[in-house]
């Protein structure tokens, strides 16, 4: 554990030194104060607390996995209709213009 001096290391020995103490004896340490668990019913509330931010957490992930996978039927079947489209729009321009069209070709106009 490393000393921590709130007056620096000389007014700390001066302390020490008011008190009685010579400077070769330990110097005062600072430890950070620990966070208590709590006791008795304040621990039981504590526990109910987290049990119902859990109950919450557990539905809204829930609600969330079933919008995901709506959203997946969803995104097939638009895929699907999207697949449909691009080739009936095709198959009509292969039948007006009397071939085949290749996607990379460049309109005459160019």
């Known amino acids: 554990?490393?000393?921590?001096?709130?007056?620096?290391?000389?007014?700390?020995?001066?302390?020490?030194?008011?008190a009685g103490l010579c400077a070769a004896t330990t110097p005062v340490?600072?430890?950070?104060?620990?966070?208590?668990?709590?006791?008795?019913?304040?621990?039981?509330?504590?526990?109910?607390?987290?049990?119902?931010?859990?109950?919450?957490?557990?539905?809204?992930?829930?609600?969330?996995s079933d919008i995901v996978a709506r959203q997946e039927t969803e995104i097939a079947l638009l895929t699907r209709r999207v697949h449909m489209l691009m080739q009936r729009?095709?198959?009509?321009?292969?039948a007006a213009s009397g071939g085949v069209m290749i996607a990379d070709e460049r309109p005459p106009h160019y």
């Open 89 to 94: 729009e095709g198959e009509r321009e292969a």
């Open 29 to 64: 340490l600072w430890r950070a104060k620990t966070r208590q668990t709590p006791r008795g019913p304040a621990r039981i509330e504590t526990i109910e607390h987290l049990e119902e931010q859990i109950a919450h957490l557990t539905r809204t992930v829930d609600d969330l």
């Open 1 to 18: 554990m490393r000393a921590v001096y709130p007056m620096g290391r000389a007014g700390a020995r001066q302390a020490q030194g008011q």
